[in-house]
């Protein structure tokens, strides 16, 4: 499986962001997608999931304020991301759930300014 994420950028606080996530490969093997962030000294942490079940997980800092959707005909997975903080600034991350263990994509830089 291979992931190409798109979205991200500069953005004041307050603002709203979309993140993109396009699946390729064998898709069919994917269990889950969703993403993570990094923020510059800190570990790589869950942002959301969303399941083939269709369930969805957020971490709690970004719940109500961030949401998951899923297109399973164009196999992407979308992050809308609204009342950005600064503290939501990180390279986020796509990921997807397959058999063998995770799929990573590239990272793409979201900046939150105060």
């Known amino acids: 499986v291979q992931l190409q994420a798109s979205g991200g950028g500069l953005v004041q606080a307050g603002g709203s962001l979309r993140l993109s996530c396009a699946a390729s490969?064998?898709?069919?093997?994917?269990?889950?997608m969703g993403w993570y962030r990094q923020a510059p000294g800190k570990q790589r942490e869950l942002v959301a999931d969303?399941?083939?079940?269709?369930?969805?997980i957020y971490t709690d800092s970004v719940k109500g304020r961030f949401t998951i959707t899923r297109d399973n005909a164009e196999n992407t997975v979308y992050l809308q991301m609204d009342s950005l903080k600064p503290e939501d600034t990180a390279v986020y991350y796509c990921?997807?759930?397959?058999?063998?263990?995770?799929?990573w994509g590239q990272g793409t830089q979201v900046t939150v300014s105060s």
């Open positions: 490969g064998s898709v069919s093997s994917i269990r889950a």
């Open positions: 969303t399941y083939n079940s269709g369930d969805t």
């Open positions: 990921e997807a759930l397959i058999p063998t263990g995770t799929a």
